[in-house]
């Protein structure tokens, strides 16, 4: 049973072992733990004994989603990663729990992903995945309204957006642990740019399936923890994520300033630190990809002003209508 | 089309007791997770000691009936991933060892040895984490992570998600089986309909999947409830801790650490 590479395979997102050092191994667990314990806490009053099948049964269904393929090309085909779905079905608290445990057992029992990177796997795909997959499918939903239209358009958001912002973290995960891996970034981003479009037709056709058959299913779980602390996470880790796309690109750049020195004969280090943010430099043989990671950073810190400034206007809004007696639309 | 799926749960666990099989699963899981560290913590390129770590595993697997051949085999499954470090072999600088012919890029060697040096560390790591999953069962693994205290909904949770993974796998085989009966395919492999078309029937199976799932836990919860299910979930699982497991994770420390300061400064 070899995997070919050709599979456009989300399973690109798990890092094994082997591949992080180990301080970046160990930061990973410990911000694992922390936003794990701070789950369950989330989940502890809504977390009756039905629940716990329930979850079970949804995480042993992401595995079994992520089983059927879709054709994409020739003989590639994606599938699945299931963070937004999972979140946009079960609330976002209950969802980082499934998602945790999908990434426990495939490191656990199929070695998809290091046991040692655990920590860095969980974040990336069961809670970076899953809340801000929840904070853009909130956030649209309630610009949008409540139309069929718009649940197409802000699960296909989240999807996609959940898929590019966790490949970006394991790119940058990479690039800490080893600055020979800086160009994972932009490629990590750049692939999963594209993979995160078949994410977000397969789960824009899996929430649309549900709200007609089922739509009960949809919002039985409206009350699922806590969305407001679910979406200041999100906004927080995406900050972090702009931040250490940041410092890693500038840490990494005196490693390829050291290459220069040597080529041109003053190895003595004596460097100006103001050198190392020089505009026009590029580290050979990956050019262009320093003007990827700035689009990137740029691209990510955008992002987290315009949800802070549209979860400022939105909340704002709310307080406006709820102080002029006016119902809310949600 | 059945075979797709991208894991086997049904690999010949071995029912041995001798080696590292008899140890207390939590041992086990510590030994696994501090081998792996070891390896992480050595420098690069020290390709002597990564071989000789190999070989510790390849005899712990054979005293505990477990072929390293099969260690090899499904050892595959980390080699998707060794194309991310592939960069590494040309962003390190350093003496150059070969230039590409038209791109005119050189590899260095100290890229190559880090290259190498990390598909090999996580090539060995994988091994470790098979070892693990064959020489222990399930329940007592799940047995094992309550007992390092991971909490415990999270291990009840994983309990029922490896009750029903075979159950909704097959549900979803199903599903996919329906899907090419009724659904042309041309010869050459291609999906028939357009790109989009496919991805939505992909999602409608997912949805529908989804709904079956949910449905599903329903009974499930029902079914458990008749049988005085309390949230509570009770194994016969009983394991402590016996001589041969503070002495193995003694040993097993003594070495890494020796073998990580002969790493560093010999």
Not at chain 1, 246 to 258: C, I, K, R, W, Y
């Amino acid at each position: 049973m070899i995997r070919l590479p050709i599979f456009l395979n989300v399973a690109a997102l798990h890092i094994p072992d082997g591949f992080l050092s180990v301080p970046v191994a160990l930061l990973g667990l410990l911000l694992a733990l922390i936003v794990l314990a701070y789950t369950l806490r989330q989940t502890r009053d809504l977390l009756g004994e039905r629940q716990i099948p329930l979850l079970g049964v949804m995480a042993a269904f992401v595995f079994a989603a992520q089983s059927i393929n879709f054709p994409v090309l020739g003989g590639t085909s994606g599938h699945l990663l299931g963070g937004a779905l999972v979140s946009i079905v079960v609330g976002p608290w209950p969802a980082v729990l499934v998602m945790t445990v999908v990434v426990g057992l495939q490191a656990l029992l199929f070695q998809d992903g290091g046991l040692l990177a655990i920590g860095w796997n969980i974040v990336n795909m069961a809670v970076l995945a899953v809340l801000t997959g929840a904070l853009t499918f909130g956030l649209l939903k309630r610009l949008l309204g409540s139309g069929r239209t718009s649940l197409i358009i802000a699960t296909m958001a989240a999807a996609w957006i959940s898929v590019v912002l966790s490949a970006t973290a394991t790119g940058v995960e990479l690039a800490a642990s080893d600055s020979g891996l800086l160009a994972a970034v932009p490629a990590m981003a750049g692939i999963h740019a594209i993979i995160g479009l078949g994410e977000a037709l397969i789960t824009g056709a899996a929430v649309i399936l549900i709200a007609r058959a089922r739509p009960a299913i949809l919002y039985q779980n409206q009350d699922a923890g806590d969305y407001r602390a679910a979406y200041i996470f999100a906004v927080g880790l995406i900050i972090a994520l702009a931040v250490a796309t940041f410092s890693v690109l500038s840490s990494s750049l005196p490693d390829g300033l050291e290459r220069v020195a040597l080529d041109y004969g003053f190895a003595d280090r004596a460097l100006d630190p103001i050198l190392r943010i020089m505009p026009d430099y590029t580290l050979p043989g990956i050019e262009g990809n320093i003007g990827g990671i700035i689009v990137i950073i740029g691209g990510a810190i955008l992002a987290a002003l315009l949800i802070l400034l549209v979860g400022w206007l939105v909340r704002h809004r709310q307080s406006y209508r709820a102080t002029s007696g006016e119902s809310s639309r949600i | 089309m059945i075979e797709a799926t991208n894991t086997d749960l049904n690999s010949p666990k071995t029912e041995s007791q001798s080696g590292l099989a008899s140890l207390d699963p939590r041992s086990k899981i510590l030994l696994a997770c501090g081998f792996i560290l070891t390896l992480s913590l050595l420098p690069p390129g020290e390709f002597l000691i990564y071989g000789l770590l190999l070989i510790v595993l390849y005899i712990s697997a054979s005293l505990s009936d477990c072929s390293p051949v099969y260690l090899v085999r499904r050892s595959v499954i980390a080699l998707p991933f060794a194309f991310a470090a592939v960069t590494l072999l040309f962003t390190i600088p350093g003496e150059s060892l070969l230039t590409l012919p038209i791109l005119g890029i050189d590899i260095s060697v100290e890229g190559a040895i880090r290259f190498a040096s990390i598909v090999t560390r996580s090539w060995i790591s994988v091994q470790a984490a098979i070892l693990l999953i064959i020489l222990t069962k399930v329940a007592d693994l799940m047995w094992g992570l309550q007992g390092l205290h991971t909490p415990a909904i999270l291990v009840s949770v994983a309990g029922f998600t490896y009750r029903y993974l075979d159950v909704l796998r097959s549900e979803a085989s199903r599903l996919r089986t329906a899907r090419q009966a009724r659904s042309a395919t041309l010869s050459a492999g291609r999906g028939g309909g357009t790109l989009l078309w496919r991805a939505r029937v992909t999602g409608w199976m997912v949805g529908s999947l989804m709904i079956r799932s949910m449905e599903r836990s329903e009974r499930i919860y029902n079914a458990m409830l008749a049988r005085g299910y309390t949230g509570e979930v009770k194994t016969l699982t009983r394991f402590e801790l016996r001589s041969r497991d503070y002495w193995s994770m003694l040993v097993a420390a003594l070495t890494a650490v020796i073998i990580i300061l002969v790493a560093h400064f010999l």
